[in-house]
């Protein structure tokens, strides 16, 4: 029996996180690609750190002459990046920090599994999916999320000025009967303008949004508030900490509340089942708690390089489903084909949407009109449920 009284907690960090700063990079680097060709090969890797920014990695476009044209324009990408972030510190400004570009052609030992339709490389992805938010994502990541969001748009809008792009959060929630009812502790780290304010001056920055964006009455006399706990945190971003692409696999996706195959998503082409695969999980496991078949859902699929069909499926509903898994599992591969190709296709993945994806996690956004975040529609849920 899955424990129904206990306090679980994940943390989100900002779009200013060096490594957001680089997802944010590698993802805008993809776009520029997919914007171009629609079958554009991306694998970007990004490092930031003081007054300097890395990139490599392999890109492929069927015209050469347009490949060398885009190179060209990759320092330009990623100083408009840091300009939309807010970065403008004497050892880390958009407009003076080093880019370095080592991007290459992709290989022809890797593109040939590929343009036969496989998966770009083996493994496993993992998506999760809950009814204890109107998301239907776990809700201590859910919020973290959402606090960060909100202290962006203060900043970005002239409402707090004295914010700075670098920032995380971490919450505790209390779960009652398998539910979360309120949170224990809140942790809020943001980097700060000057060197006199204070852990108290900056909570009653943050205080007001905080409470915002929390449900009522998930704030209670108990609940512990650690602000800015080491004090001042005026030097951030990769000025203060080395950032890389990739290295916030548990922030981008479940907060620790499901698992995780391993493989990180910015800067990948939908190709890469690492991303595609793993969007199509979570799309799945939505639908099917959508679709009322459960409470909370772990869908797992596994790929071999150059192998279109998925080797496995596989299906944990916790105790909560109201029909066998084994059943949900045979609908899963009715449904839906699940080859690369054909979640490109129904996820319309070939498209310019990946930098919006870079910060505040990939799952539990809303569903755009040009097709981003198309992985967290629900349309899929009668379907599911004639199928079975």
């Known amino acids: 029996m899955t424990r129904q009284n206990y306090v679980f907690t994940s943390e989100s960090v900002s779009e200013g996180h060096p490594d957001k700063v680089c997802d944010r990079i590698s993802d805008a680097i993809l776009d520029a690609f997919l914007a171009e060709e629609a079958n554009a090969r991306v694998a970007c890797e990004t490092f930031a750190t003081t007054g300097m920014v890395v ?5 492929g476009l069927s015209d050469q002459d347009k490949l060398k044209n885009y190179m060209g324009r990759i320092g330009e990408i990623a100083r408009d990046c840091i300009k939309d972030i807010g970065y403008e510190q004497e050892k880390f400004h958009w407009n003076t920090c080093h880019v370095l570009n080592f991007l290459h052609e992709q290989s022809a030992h890797i593109a040939q599994g590929v343009d036969k339709d496989g998966a770009g490389d083996q493994g496993i992805m993992f998506g999760y999916a809950t009814n204890e938010t109107p998301e239907l994502m776990p809700a201590p990541i859910q919020y973290s999320h959402a606090i960060l969001r909100r202290l962006t748009e203060a900043r970005k809008s002239g409402a707090e000025p004295t914010l700075r792009p670098d920032a995380k959060s971490q919450l505790s929630v209390r779960y009652e009967g398998g539910k979360p009812v309120a949170v224990d502790s809140i942790v809020l780290s ?8 204070t852990s108290d001056d900056i909570r009653q920055i943050v205080e007001p949004y905080i409470r915002e964006v929390l449900p009522d009455g998930w704030i209670h006399d108990g609940t512990e508030w650690h602000v800015n706990p080491t004090g001042t945190f005026v030097i951030g971003g990769p000025d203060g900490d080395a950032g890389l692409t990739g290295r916030k696999i548990i922030v981008d996706t479940y907060g620790g509340a499901a698992p995780h195959g391993g493989g990180a998503f910015s800067g990948k082409d939908p190709t890469k ?3 595609s695969a793993a969007y199509a999980a979570r799309y799945l496991a939505k639908n099917i708690v959508a679709a009322e078949l ?3 859902c772990t ?5 071999a390089i150059g192998v ?4 496995s499926i596989y299906v944990d509903t916790y105790g909560t489903g109201k029909v066998p898994e084994e059943l949900i ?6 449904v839906m084909d699940l080859t690369p190709r054909g979640i490109r296709e129904h996820l319309a993945l070939n498209r310019p949407i990946y930098a919006r994806t870079a910060a505040y996690g990939h799952f539990g956004r809303a569903p755009e009109a040009d097709g981003g975040f198309s992985w967290e529609r629900t349309d899929l849920a009668a379907e599911l449920k004639a199928a079975i």
């Open 55 to 59: 990139i490599g990695g392999e890109v």
């Open 190 to 197: 943001t980097q700060h303008e000057f060197e006199s304010q």
């Open 273 to 275: 089942v690492d991303r």
């Open 294 to 296: 459960a409470d909370r």
């Open 299 to 303: 869908l797992q699929l596994s790929y």
């Open 308 to 311: 279109a069909k998925p080797l």
């Open 329 to 334: 599992e045979q609908a899963v591969a009715k």
